[in-house]
């Protein structure tokens, strides 16, 4: 993710779309890092599903900027 971020330039605003159940909770955590860094606004659309991990890459977004698409979904539970 840091390299497709440089490679982005100096965007004002950057928007992620997920669709996902999840995956690593190491690079959920890293790619939501990436993203707090950046000094873009991060916008965050969830689009289908975010699970699991996946419910941690859109706590990137900045305040204000989460949307949930209707009919979308989220999953959050314990871990173990």
Same mark, same amino acid.
């Given at each position: ?5 440089? #490679?982005?330039?100096? /965007?004002?605003?950057?928007? $992620?779309?997920i669709s996902s159940e999840g995956g690593s ?7 939501? +890092?990436?993203?707090?860094? !950046? /000094?873009?606004?991060?916008? $965050?659309?969830?689009?289908?599903? #975010?699970? &699991? %991990? #996946? +419910?941690? $890459?859109?706590? #990137? %977004?900045? /305040? ?5 698409a209707d009919g979308a979904m989220l999953m959050? !539970? &314990?871990?173990w």
């Amino acid at each position: 993710i840091d390299d497709d971020l440089k #490679a982005l330039g100096d /965007p004002r605003e950057i928007l $992620v779309r997920i669709s996902s159940e999840g995956g690593s909770v190491f690079d959920a955590l890293a790619i939501r +890092t990436a993203l707090a860094a !950046h /000094p873009a606004k991060v916008r $965050v659309r969830i689009e289908g599903l #975010a699970a &699991s %991990a #996946a +419910t941690i $890459v859109m706590l #990137a %977004a900045d /305040p204000g900027e989460l949307e949930i698409a209707d009919g979308a979904m989220l999953m959050i !539970h &314990s871990p173990w």
